[in-house]
């Protein structure tokens, strides 16, 4: 059976879509044995937690999936790694140690191509920061997934749910969750808002005392009580 890989989406009709089609038919499209299922939100503001479960109840699965943004990717031998990794291990699993967040200019002439062979990736900022390393593309087991309940979908816009589940995951498994050495590719699309502006935004500043609650959790009593909505 393929392992599924949750992308959650809400088109653009413009660049972003433009990122995730290339992405589609140049990555995932190659490599076998992984299935695509798109998580679509369309109301409201986007809700990244809404889509990632809604993509997750769209097949039944047992063994493992990835959940995966719609503008990155990791290499193969990565991906496949990291998938016999959570088999084995029963924890989170992430495939990449930083992110390379690649140019305009780069991104833009990759996706015009045709390219056959790549020799640097033209990176303009590199995140190795625990905290904004934490999604892009997981790997989780299904037992996992039941017992954090999925992602929380009371994170509404932008931020917190992926640091959310991260610190679920390690508390449900009594440890870090498992980073394979090595980057993970983000190609370019105009930032949803810079940081002053999501500063002012109620709903962000709502998910960020949503996440920090997650982060104080301790146990899995703690950790139950922040899910419920009892602390």
Same mark, same amino acid.
């Given at each position: ?16 879509? !433009? ?9 995932? $499209?190659?490599? $076998?044995? %992984?299935?695509?299922? !798109?998580?679509?939100? !369309? ?16 097949? %039944? ?10 503008? $990155? ?7 496949? !790694? ?13 495939? %990449? ?7 305009? &200019?780069? #991104?833009? &002439? ?10 640097? %990736? ?10 904004? #390393?934490? &999604? ?60 002053? #502006? ?34």
């Amino acid at each position: 059976m393929s392992v599924p890989v949750f992308v959650p989406r809400r088109a653009d009709g413009g660049w972003r879509d !433009e990122v995730w089609n290339y992405l589609k038919v140049m990555y995932w $499209s190659r490599i $076998s044995g %992984f299935r695509v299922l !798109e998580g679509v939100h !369309e109301d409201g503001p986007f809700n990244r937690s809404m889509a990632i479960n809604q993509a997750a109840a769209q097949r %039944f699965w047992d063994d493992v999936a990835v959940v995966a943004d719609a503008d $990155s990717f990791v290499p193969e031998r990565k991906l496949i !790694e990291a998938c016999e990794v959570a088999r084995d291990s029963g924890k989170l699993v992430c495939p %990449f140690t930083f992110v390379l967040q690649l140019g305009e &200019s780069f #991104t833009r &002439s990759l996706i015009a191509g045709p390219v056959t062979e790549i020799k640097y %990736f033209d990176a303009e900022h590199v995140r190795t920061k625990p905290i904004e #390393t934490q &999604s892009n593309t997981l790997v989780v087991p299904r037992a996992l997934w039941d017992e954090i309940g999925g992602f929380d979908e009371r994170f509404v816009g932008w931020g917190g749910e992926d640091n959310a589940f991260w610190r679920a995951a390690e508390i449900r498994r009594g440890g870090q969750v498992i980073r394979l050495p090595g980057a993970v590719f983000h190609l370019w699309h105009e930032p949803a808002s810079d940081r002053n #502006t999501r500063m002012q935004d109620p709903q962000y500043l709502s998910n960020l005392g949503l996440a920090n609650k997650y982060m104080r959790c301790r146990d899995k009593n703690d950790l139950r009580a922040v899910r419920y909505g009892r602390a």
